[in-house]
């Protein structure tokens, strides 16, 4: 993959809104979780990498204080005043944004830097994105790192990567109105080729872990199933206040403070459900570990049973899979994937499964053929690898 016409295309809405050139290019991935699924907001660990899809901003500044936002998303431009983002922003819980919901992004970015005292002359911004939307593959997290990463050099902000990330989390929070956790900003700010991102998400302290999947003779699979998914409504926000009755009901802050032997306490004190939504969480978390301490001493091969695993739990604990996930995790398992599992937020988008080089087309094709069979809309399928987080591209 090559971020060239993604750059042309935005480069090119760039110049089609403003006559001009743009002052420069700046762009953002995203995101592949390899294991660590809804412990980023329970302050626990996760093991995600950026993925070579990117989102691409075009940005000039202006001569006065207006902010207009134009992209592949949407045919009509979005113009306001900076004025006017601290009356927009931050949106109510559970309203819809004031603009549509593509420039609440971009938008969002901006008021999260004023918020946190950045200044600065008024904006044109471009985008161009080939990151798939609704795949669970955190484009709405590549366009708040395109955009941060853009305003942070333009304004002078001089926010480090983790601070960017914070600023894209804010804005997908409170302006957009999702309640989500940090994984997708950090991954998208701070992927490296070849590497995974080790994040434990109540410190922020990240550590770079090699997956070696192109040299154990590996790839990653993504099979997008097209179940669309939106984190703002429903039950991402359910299962969020189930983890936080959980914390509670332990007496701790947060479910990264339970440990898999606490589970025994943990099922005598609480109702069915809110267990299982715990006993994720908080098996979750060791598998993390234990895929970390797996990759470095015997490398990606050695995984896929963990991969397996976190699949069963999310699909019967915290009951957050699709049909078309199952069939596609459990057609790559039958086909001789060594781990397979659904990755992102889950109730649709994307499974991954860890496969031979050698077997890419016949696990794909035995995924399109069991989505067929299943009267399943088809699935898009791609490999990938970790790629480079958010820079500046020219
Ligand atoms: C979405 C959210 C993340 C994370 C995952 C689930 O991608 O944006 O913060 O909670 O779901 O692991």
């Known amino acids: 993959m090559t971020i060239a016409p993604t750059r042309d295309t935005a480069t090119a809405l760039f110049t089609a809104l403003t006559g001009a050139e743009p002052a420069g290019v700046w762009s953002a991935p995203g995101r592949v979780n390899l294991i660590g699924e809804h412990t980023d907001y329970n302050d626990g660990f996760v093991l995600p990498f950026a993925i070579p899809h990117r989102t691409v901003a075009a940005v000039g500044t202006r001569d006065d204080a207006r902010i207009r936002v134009t992209s592949t998303f949407a045919d009509e431009p979005v113009e306001v005043s900076l004025d006017e983002l601290g009356e927009l ?15 609440a992004y971009p938008l969002g970015v901006a008021w999260a830097l004023l918020e946190a005292g950045a200044s600065g002359s008024g904006l044109d911004i471009a985008l161009a994105s080939d990151v798939p939307v609704g795949a669970g593959l955190s484009s709405s997290a590549a366009i708040e790192g395109a955009t941060a990463s853009a305003l942070n050099d333009l304004w002078n902000a001089g926010l480090d990567r983790t601070a960017l990330a914070r600023i894209g989390r804010r804005a997908e929070n409170e302006a957009v109105g999702a309640p989500t956790g940090i ?21 922020l302290e990240a550590q770079l872990v090699p997956v070696g999947i192109a040299e154990a003779g590996l790839a990653i699979l993504v099979m997008d199933t097209r179940v669309m998914h939106a984190h703002s409504t429903g039950g991402y926000g359910e299962r969020r206040a189930a983890c936080e009755r959980g914390a509670s009901i332990m007496g701790v802050p947060s479910l990264r403070d339970v440990s898999v032997d606490d589970l025994v306490r943990a099922e005598e004190l609480m109702d069915d459900v809110t267990f299982r939504r715990v006993r994720h969480v908080v098996t979750e978390n060791q598998r993390v570990l234990d895929t970390v301490a797996i990759l470095r001493e015997k490398g990606a091969r050695a995984i896929g049973d963990l991969l397996v695993a976190s699949h069963a739990s999310m699909r019967d604990d915290f009951e957050i899979s699709v049909p078309e996930l199952d069939t596609a995790v459990e057609t790559a398992l039958a086909s001789g994937a060594l781990g397979a599992r659904m990755t992102g937020g889950g109730f649709g988008g994307a499974a991954i499964a860890l496969i031979e080089q050698a077997a890419v087309q016949q696990v794909s094709d035995a995924v399109t053929a069991a989505f067929a069979d299943a009267g399943f809309a088809a699935p898009v399928i791609f490999t990938v690898t970790p790629a480079a987080g958010a820079h500046r591209d020219a």
Request: glycine share 6%; charged share 15%; aromatic share 8%.
């Open 89 to 103: 922003f931050p949106t109510p819980s559970g309203a819809t944004p004031a603009v549509p919901e593509w420039a």
């Open 183 to 203: 994984m997708d900003q950090m991954a998208s700010m701070l992927g490296e080729p070849d590497a995974a991102i080790f994040l434990d998400c109540r410190s």
